[in-house]
């Protein structure tokens, strides 16, 4: 198995936009409106600070992952936080292809690019992602990847599940 991370282009949307309209990734997505440009919907999800990667298993692409810098002047990114080192990212992550769902792929990919944020983001020490508290799988996922669970939180979007992961 090899992953890549290929920044997410323009020639992506229509790919991305499919795998919105998927009931296994509406379920726990937010999911853009009607004419919304993929950068104004991320941003409205999460900041103008959000990096997108389209997740590749040998070339294939089967998922989408994105990080963003914490702000705490900022709801969506991070006022409500509890204590986090300031070298804190956030992560939000699916497998969009169906065909790749409960194999293990997230387990591995998500791995593979926290190694990968060692290279981009060289002083970031910790990594943290919100789960919905009733979405098991994500959770279970991440577990195995090594988060722990900090606490249930209820975040500008609903429940959450604020994970942590020390790359240190």
Not at 6 to 34: G, M, N, S, Y
Not at 103 to 118: A, D, P, Q, S, V
């Amino acid at each position: 198995m090899k992953f890549t991370f290929e920044k997410l282009e323009k020639k992506h949307i229509p790919l991305l936009l499919a795998w919105f309209e998927k009931p296994h990734v509406k379920d726990w997505w937010p999911v853009p409106e009607k004419n919304e440009t993929i950068k104004k919907f991320l941003k409205r999800i999460r900041s103008k600070d959000t990096f997108g990667y389209i997740v590749k298993l040998d070339e294939k692409p089967i998922g989408y992952i994105q990080y963003y810098y914490i702000d705490r002047t900022n709801e969506k990114t991070g006022s409500w936080l509890p204590d986090l080192p300031e070298t804190t990212i956030g992560t939000d992550q699916f497998i969009g292809d169906p065909d790749y769902l409960h194999k293990g792929y997230g387990t591995h990919f998500i791995k593979e690019f926290l190694t990968y944020m060692r290279t981009i983001e060289p002083d970031i020490t910790t990594v943290i992602v919100d789960p919905d508290p009733a979405n098991l799988a994500a959770i279970r996922c991440y577990e195995k990847v090594g988060f722990e669970r900090i606490g249930a939180y209820d975040a500008p979007w609903g429940p959450a599940l604020l994970m942590r992961y020390n790359l240190n």
